[in-house]
């Protein structure tokens, strides 16, 4: 089994910045997709990032030039840097896990932390 754990959340003023932290856990050795999503109220979750194994990465457009994802492929630890934070960034941030290869075997599932709340005002 693998377990998903956010960290970093928190308070910021408008244009600050602040650095989430999601490490997985559960004898992995390598994991295909690390990433992030976020869900404000009444709204749909939808992507902040993602990074694959390959290195690539992949932004929501709403990000774009403003967050950085980043992995830690030895720790199976991902890290979003999000810069000028603005109102609208408001959310619960989860991290997702893609597929991961472990002592066990191979898990293809979609795997979710609990959530970490970034709250931006204004």
């Known amino acids: 089994q693998v377990q998903v754990v956010e960290s970093g959340g928190g308070l910021v003023q408008a244009g600050g910045s602040l650095r989430l932290s999601c490490a997985a856990s559960?004898?992995?050795?390598?994991?295909?997709?690390m990433g992030w999503y976020r869900q404000a109220p009444g709204k749909q979750r939808e992507l902040v990032a993602s990074?694959?194994?390959?290195?690539?990465?992949n932004y929501g457009d709403s990000v774009k030039g403003r967050f950085t994802i980043s992995r830690d492929y030895a720790k199976n630890t991902v890290y979003l840097q999000m810069n000028t934070l603005k109102p609208e960034d408001t959310a619960v941030y989860y991290c997702?896990?893609?597929?991961?290869?472990?002592?066990?075997?191979?898990?293809?599932?979609?795997?979710w932390g609990r959530g970490t709340q970034v709250t931006v005002s204004s």
């Open positions: 997702n896990v893609k597929g991961a290869y472990t002592r066990n075997g191979y898990f293809g599932n979609d795997y």
């Open positions: 559960g004898s992995i050795f390598s994991i295909n997709i």
């Open positions: 990074a694959n194994s390959g290195g690539s990465t």
